[in-house]
Each structure stands twice: as C-alpha cells, then as structure tokens.
C-alpha cells in the first residue's frame, strides 16, 4: 500500500468516468443490438474474415491484404444495406424515449368513434385496420397510402372499409382528431409467436407497432374478432368496452 501510485488517482477525472461510462453504454447497445438482430452470425463471420486479414498481415501477402482492404470498404456499405430495418428500429424508439412530440393527442370521443365503428364492422365480419398515432408519425414506415385529412367519425371509418369500397383493402392511419390516410400497406412482422390461423392483416398490425410507438386496431374479416397491436404484442378477442379501456389507457387519455 505504500508504494500505491497515488498520483494516478488525482490524474482521474469526473471527465475520465463519464467517458468509461458512455463506452461501456455504447458496447452494451452494439452487443445487444448483435443479439436480437441477424447480427450475431454476421458478427461472427467478420471476425473470421478480420482473422484472415490479421494472418495476411503477419506474412506480409500484399495481393491478399489488398483484396481485405477493398472488401472493408464495400462491406462497411453492405452492413448499412442489411440492417436498414433493424437501423430504422432502434433510431426510431431512441426517438420514442426523448419524449418530444409534435402530434396532437388523440381525444376521448376520437377513441369513442373509433370502437363504435370497429364494433359495427365487427358485428358484419368486415375486416378492418386502423393505426392510431401517438408520439410518433409513421409515415416513413407505410406506403401506397391515400390522402384522406378529414375529421374522424364512424360513418367514414366505415365507408372506408366497406368491401366495395376502393380503399378497404390497407389500413387507416389516425393522427390526433383526423384520418390522414387510407389504403397504407404496412410492415409484416416476422414474429413467429403470432398463431397461423392470424393473416396478413395481423401480422400488418404487429409490423407497425413494432416499426413505431403506434397502436393498431384490428377487426378480423373472417371472425369479426377485435384485436388491439401495442408494443409488440396482440391483444386478442376483445369487446368494445374492453377495447376503449385499452386505448384510453396506451393513449394515456383520463374519462371525464
């Protein structure tokens, strides 16, 4: 102890911890961003393919060390290309956790025509999609989407999906008081824990609450069964009641 450098402590500053602090946060989002993406076994063929370039390094092989140095360059862009989805996840809930909105919240009677119109198509086994927006716009998520920018209300939301209807066949997204589009095709979850017997439609659901902060309702069209998407998971069979109770709450929306 009494050889003990102290010095070296005075050396250490409160700069010097944050800086391990925030590397060791960037290691830890890196690694878990390998373990739940398709990462990991890339990671592992890069570190091979590194091992190689170390081994042509040490033998000093000048072709195999060139065509190493090339490929780092194209791989560094093809790494960009293969994670675009997984990039646009994580970038988008960093977003999510910042709290800064600029949509307006959806109100009590928004929710109100949402579950009236859910319940009639519901009765009439008419499939439907609505995405309800809350901090966050999915418009760089969707496509083919249709202009609609008018007040929310039942006898359009059900217009919109009747079947002869030319928009039925996509989702409905609602932003504050106002259906902004119709006929949007959205992301497909891969998720594996969805039954088989749920289609496309609610494998759409589950792609938009997993890409975003939205929710998602859907009206099965060969049930009629109510289902709400909210973070990544479904929430099954539900009656009209119970659903107001679930968006009130995931909209964070007090009865008045």
């Known amino acids: 102890m009494a050889n003990f450098n102290w010095e070296l402590v005075n050396l250490f500053s409160w700069k010097d911890l944050l800086d391990i602090l925030a590397v ?41 060390s060139w065509v190493f ?11 960009v290309v293969i994670f675009q989805p997984e990039i646009r996840k994580t970038l988008s809930r960093l977003g999510q956790k910042t709290g800064i909105s600029f949509i307006k919240p959806v109100e009590e009677r928004v929710v ?21 927006e809350r901090g ?69 659901a589950l792609g938009i609450v997993e890409e975003t902060d939205a929710v998602c309702v859907v009206v099965s069209e060969e049930t009629g069964e109510i289902s709400l998407a909210v973070g990544g998971k479904l929430h099954r069979n539900l009656d009209p009641e119970i659903l107001r109770e679930l968006l009130f709450k995931e909209l964070k929306i007090e009865k008045a």
Do not use: M
């Open 24 to 64: 060791s946060a960037f290691i830890y989002g890196v690694l878990h961003f390998l373990r739940i993406t398709r990462g990991l076994q890339i990671f592992k063929g890069i570190v091979v393919l590194a091992g190689f370039w170390l081994f042509a390094e040490l033998l000093n092989l000048r072709a195999l």
């Open 69 to 79: 140095e090339k490929l780092w360059t194209v791989g560094l862009f093809s790494l």
């Open 112 to 132: 109100d025509r949402v579950v009236r119109a859910c319940s009639f198509l519901s009765d009439r086994q008419i499939g439907a999609l609505i995405v309800i």
């Open 136 to 204: 966050q716009s999915v418009e760089g998520v969707v496509e083919g989407c249709v202009l609609i920018d008018s007040l929310v209300s039942v006898e359009l939301l059900i217009t919109i999906f009747n079947p002869i209807s030319p928009l039925h066949d996509g989702a409905v997204v609602v932003r504050g008081d106002r259906v902004v589009y119709a006929s949007c095709i959205l992301p497909l979850s891969k998720s594996a824990e969805l039954p088989k017997k749920y289609g496309t439609r609610h494998r759409a």
